[in-house]
Every structure is written in structure tokens, then in C-alpha cells.
Nanobody, 115 residues
Framework: QVQLVESGGGLVQPGGSLRLSCAAS????????MSWYRQTPGKARELVAA???????NYADSMKDRFTISRDNAKNTVYLQMNSLNSDDTAVYYC?????????WGQGTQVTVSS
């Protein structure tokens, strides 16, 4: 019954932008730290950005000036605005929710940056 459903991925040209969404259900969304991670084959999953229950954010250094995480508690949705994309950003992007001992993952959405 807990679900995190990512959307908004796809093919984008270098320098372009995408906005990812993660729709949550089955838990008290407003209590949870929401995060975006990404992963490519053969590499460890890495944190992209996180946003706390009160709106505080943090980012991986390589994404800080290009990506923006936000949340809308009324819609149970977290977003990731990605700008100035390059080939290194190609990955499956996963939504994560965490609160106390609870830890949930979405199934991911593919982002491909290519011309």
C-alpha cells in the first residue's frame, strides 16, 4: 500500500532540462524526509538531493547549482528540477522516503541525456 511513483524522465539534449515528480501514498508524507537518488549500471546509488519535512534541503556538490528539490505536502509529491543536463546525469532516478525506521523506494524513472 506504500507507493512512490516517479515520472517525468525521458530523453533530453545536453544542456536541456527535465522535471521529475514522485507521487507518494500509503504513509504520512509530511513526516518524511524525501530524497532523490540516481544509479547507473555498475555504480552505487548516489544521493542527488534531499528535502526535510520543514523544507530544508541539501544536494550533492555536483548538482547543487543545477538541480532543485521541492515538495508539495498537499499533493504528497516531491519534485526534482534538473537544468543544464549533461551525459553524466544519465541514470535511473529513484525517489526515497525516510522517517524513523521506515524507508521506502520508488521503482525509478530513466533519464537519458543525449544528442
Amino acid at each position: 500500500q506504500v507507493q512512490l511513483v516517479e515520472s517525468g524522465g525521458g530523453l533530453v539534449q545536453p544542456g536541456g532540462s527535465l522535471r521529475l515528480s514522485c507521487a507518494a501514498s500509503g504513509f504520512t508524507f509530511s513526516h518524511y524526509i524525501m530524497s532523490w537518488y540516481r544509479q547507473t549500471p555498475g555504480k552505487a546509488r548516489e544521493l542527488v538531493a534531499a528535502i526535510g519535512s520543514s523544507g530544508g534541503t541539501n544536494y550533492a556538490d555536483s548538482m547543487k547549482d543545477r538541480f532543485t528539490i521541492s515538495r508539495d505536502n498537499a499533493k504528497n509529491t516531491v519534485y526534482l528540477q534538473m537544468n543544464s543536463l549533461n551525459s553524466d546525469d544519465t541514470a535511473v532516478y529513484y525517489c526515497n522516503a525516510r522517517f524513523l525506521d521506515n524507508h521506502y523506494w520508488g521503482q525509478g524513472t530513466q533519464v537519458t541525456v543525449s544528442s
